[in-house]
């Protein structure tokens, strides 16, 4: 997932489960009785969709660089030795998705904790998270129109779910007449027009103007992501909501040795650190394909109105502040 995303209105920094009132615990139960259904129904549609449900990992030597994103802010990239190794926390699952996806298993999923040290002054965007939870997938010879109307059938059949199994728990948190299984296709935003119109900041001006959920596509970002080298185009696309921003990101990958050892040398991203990666695409293993991780607390705190995205973890992860648990 992408990063930036300026303050909700009324952004309330979340309190650990011990100080909430009665009250606050009853909104806290409603919110996790929507996630509970958002995971039931995600995982279903996922699973009858013919994926294969794989375990995170929390250690790997490789992790996604999350370099060069325009919305990256990251204050500290935790890594450890193990075995006389260099490791580091999941950033996100990408690496790995493309390694599984090109061997032995074509159609995957995963629900991957995204360990990522946001700067401190994010903790009041209402919106960032130094801990989540992304519903990371993947799909061999796929593209991005496939993975846009697999996601927009999904984001359909899963708010005409909630709209039914969670009925009173979003009546009793006010967005049961206000979030509306949206129209299909989602519209589709290039992001160059979208800077000519808001300018440098349209991640935090476009979830102001929109009403429902909208594709962006053509972001310049990560070596994974496929660039059409002659055009300059990126075959990516980022999934905004209205009010509150990104909820997913993906795109088409690169496989081809050359683009990507040659990306990584424009970006200065360490080939070292993905040697597993590039001797696959050196043998010519690496197949194309095409995926998207959505942000699993973001995609619940849009449905259920939270007012922060650490209002719906049940030990919230707010950048600048570390707590018991
Ligand atoms: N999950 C994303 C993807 O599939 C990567 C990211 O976390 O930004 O592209
Ligand atoms: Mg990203």
């Not at 250690?59 to 260099?86: C, Q």
């Not at 990104?246 to 650190?273: P, Y």
């Amino acid at each position: 997932m992408a990063e930036a995303t300026e303050a909700t209105d009324a952004v309330v920094i979340p309190k650990p489960l011990g100080d909430l009132s009665e009250a606050e615990l009853l909104r806290k139960r409603q919110i996790g009785k929507v996630s509970t259904e958002t995971l039931r129904y995600l995982t279903d549609a996922f699973v009858s969709e013919g994926f294969d449900w794989l375990l995170p990992v929390v250690f790997s030597k490789s992790t996604d660089p999350l370099w060069p994103d325009p919305g990256a802010s990251i204050e500290k990239r935790v890594e450890t030795e193990i075995y006389g190794e260099t490791v580091r926390t999941t950033l996100s699952m990408i690496i790995h998705k493309l390694v599984a996806c090109s061997t032995a298993y074509p159609r995957l999923f995963i629900l991957s904790p995204n360990v990522r040290i946001e700067k401190r002054e994010r903790g009041a965007t209402g919106w960032h998270a130094y801990e989540f939870t992304q519903l990371d997938f993947e799909i061999r010879d796929a593209g991005s129109n496939d993975v846009r109307r697999l996601v927009e059938d999904a984001v359909v059949g899963l708010i005409t779910h909630l709209k039914k199994r969670t009925k009173g728990e979003l009546v009793s948190l006010g967005r049961h007449s206000t979030i509306e299984a949206p129209a299909r296709p989602f519209r589709l935003y290039d992001r160059q027009s979208l800077s000519a119109e808001y300018g440098e900041g349209w991640e935090a001006s476009l979830p102001r103007d929109i009403r429902g959920p909208v594709w962006v596509t053509n972001i310049p970002r990560e070596f994974y992501d496929f660039e059409d080298l002659s055009s300059g185009a990126w075959d990516n696309y980022d999934l905004f909501v209205p009010k509150y921003g990104e909820i997913l990101s993906g795109a088409r990958r690169e496989w081809e040795f050359d683009k990507i050892s040659s990306k990584m040398e424009r970006d200065g991203v360490r080939k070292e650190n993905y040697t597993l990666l590039l001797k696959l695409a050196r043998e010519g293993r690496l197949k194309p394909s095409a995926g998207a991780g959505i942000g699993v607390e973001r995609l619940v705190s849009w449905i259920t109105g939270a007012k922060h995205v650490g209002e719906v973890q049940p030990f919230p992860k707010v950048p600048g502040t570390v707590y018991d648990l």
